[in-house]
C-alpha cells in the first residue's frame, strides 16, 4: 500500500514493512540484538540494537522523515541524546554556533558547559532580532539554533528568517521542535536542515518512555547517526514499539489538545485574578501574528500569573486535583509546574529572571481530559 500524503494517513502507513510481517497489522518487537546476515559491507548498517538497525528502528526512520517531509530519521534514546549527538555532530573545538537565549534547561546546560569545556564557543542571539544575527558571526560560526516555541514562555522566533540566514551565511539550522510536533510545524519544510525532538513528549504521547529524534538532511543525519552509534545512544527496541504506537494517533491528541489550550488560554485571559497568560494562540501574545502564519495549531502549552504573586501560584497548584504537579509536556495527562522551581531551577537567577521566568510563573500542558472539568477544576482553585 502507498501512504497517502496527508499527514493523518502517514501516521498510520508510511514506512511500514509491505507486505505486513507474517500479516501482522501492528509492528511486532524485534527483541533480538544480534541478526545473521550475509556480508554487510559498511560496519553502520550491520543489523544490531545499538546501530539503529533493526526492523523497529527502520519503520520509525521512515515514518519520522514522512511526517516532517524530509530526507532521513533517526531516532535516539532520549530529547538530549538527538541534541547532544547532533551538537557534537556538527561542530568541533574552535567552532562557534549561535543559539536562542531561552532554551530548554537541559539544552542550555549542555551548550553553556559541556560544549564550552570541549572548546566549542557559542553567542546567545535573540530570535526576535534577524538584524542583529550577522554583527554576531565568526570565520568559525558553523551552526545557528533554536526552538519552535520557547519553554515556558511560548515566544515564537522569527523562524523562517533563522533558516534564510543559516543558507546565507552557509550554516547549519538547528531546531528543536518538540513543543510543535509535525502536526502544528514542520521546519523542513521552511529550509531547517534537522529538526529535534523530544519523543518523550508529544510523539509518544503516553508518559511512558524516554527517546528523542533527529529528523533532517540526509547527510546530515548520516554524520549523526555515525557519532551516535559510537557513543551509543540507541532506542531500544521495545520503546521503539511503544513511541511507535504513540505516533498512530498523534493527529488526534496534538489537534485536541491546540483546541482544549486555546479554550483555557481564552478562559484564563478573562478570569479574576489571572494576571497574565502566555500562549500563542492568543491575540494579546506578541507573536501571534508570526505562529499564525507559521503554524497549523499553537500546541498545548501555556503558561500564567496570577494576581498575589508567588504564594497565589502555589495555593493555586495546591488546590488543583486533575493535574499531575510534575515536570514535562505533552503527555495525555494535564501537568502542573512552576519552572522556576523545576524545568528552569538550575539556572542562575538573574539570567532566570532577565528571560521572564518568575518565580509565580506556572505552566499547564494541557492532555486530553474534557476541557470543561479542567475549567471547572481551575476555577474552584482560583476561588479558593
Ligand atoms: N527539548 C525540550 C523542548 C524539552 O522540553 C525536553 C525535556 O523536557 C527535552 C528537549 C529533553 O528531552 P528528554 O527528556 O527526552 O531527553
Not at 31 to 45: C, F, G, K, R
Request: hydrophobic share 40%; charged share 20%.
Amino acid at each position: 500500500m502507498k501512504p497517502g500524503t496527508r499527514i493523518e494517513t502517514k501516521l498510520i502507513h508510511a514506512g511500514e514493512p509491505e507486505p505486513r510481517i507474517e500479516g501482522a497489522v501492528a509492528m511486532p518487537v524485534f527483541q533480538s540484538t544480534l541478526y545473521e546476515t550475509a556480508h554487510v559491507p559498511d560496519y553502520h548498517d550491520i543489523p544490531y540494537i545499538r546501530l539503529n538497525t533493526t526492523p523497529n528502528h527502520a519503520v520509525l526512520h521512515a515514518k519520522l522523515a514522512a511526517l516532517e517531509n524530509a530526507e532521513a530519521g533517526l531516532v535516539t534514546a532520549s530529547g538530549m541524546a538527538a541534541i547532544s549527538t547532533s551538537l557534537l555532530s556538527m561542530l568541533k573545538p574552535g567552532d562557534h554556533l549561535l543559539v536562542q537565549d531561552c532554551l530548554y534547561g537541559g539544552t542550555f546546560d549542555f551548550i553553556t558547559r559541556d560544549l564550552s569545556e570541549l572548546g566549542i564557543q557559542y553567542t546567545f542571539i535573540d530570535a526576535n532580532d534577524s538584524g542583529s544575527w550577522a554583527g554576531l558571526l565568526s570565520d568559525r560560526t558553523r551552526a545557528i539554533y533554536v526552538e519552535t516555541m520557547t519553554n515556558p514562555l511560548l515566544q515564537v522566533g522569527d523562524l523562517a528568517a533563522v533558516a534564510r540566514f543559516a543558507r546565507e551565511h552557509g550554516l547549519v539550522s538547528m531546531i528543536d521542535s518538540t513543543f510543535a510536533s509535525p502536526i502544528n510545524f514542520r521546519p523542513a519544510e521552511h529550509g531547517f536542515d534537522l529538526v529535534l525532538h523530544s519523543c518523550t513528549k508529544y510523539l509518544n504521547g503516553h508518559s511512558d518512555i524516554v527517546a528523542g529524534a533527529v529528523i533532517g538532511r540526509r547527510d546530515l543525519v548520516g554524520k549523526v547517526k555515525h557519532k551516535l552509534d559510537l557513543l551509543g545512544g540507541c532506542l531500544d527496541p521495545h520503546a521503539c514499539v511503544l513511541l511507535h504506537r504513540g505516533l498512530k494517533t498523534l493527529a488526534l491528541r496534538v489537534r485536541y489538545q491546540n483546541e482544549s489550550a486555546l479554550k483555557i488560554a481564552r478562559w484564563l485571559e478573562t478570569s479574576k485574578g489571572v494576571k497574565r497568560v502566555n500562549y500563542a494562540g492568543l491575540e494579546s501574545h506578541p507573536h501571534h501574528t508570526r505562529a499564525r502564519e507559521l503554524f497549523s495549531g499553537f500546541g498545548g502549552v501555556l503558561s500564567f500569573q496570577l494576581e498575589g504573586g508567588a504564594e497565589a501560584a502555589a495555593r493555586f497548584i495546591e488546590n488543583t486535583t486533575l493535574p499531575f504537579r510534575t515536570v514535562s509536556v505533552g503527555g495525555v495527562e494535564t501537568l502542573i509546574t512552576r519552572p522556576a522551581l523545576s524545568s528552569h531551577a538550575e539556572m542562575d537567577e538573574a539570567d532566570r529572571l532577565r528571560l521572564g521566568i518568575t518565580d509565580d510563573l506556572i505552566r499547564l500542558s494541557v492532555g486530553v481530559e474534557a476541557t470543561e472539568d479542567l475549567i471547572e477544576d481551575f476555577e474552584r482553585a482560583l476561588q479558593s
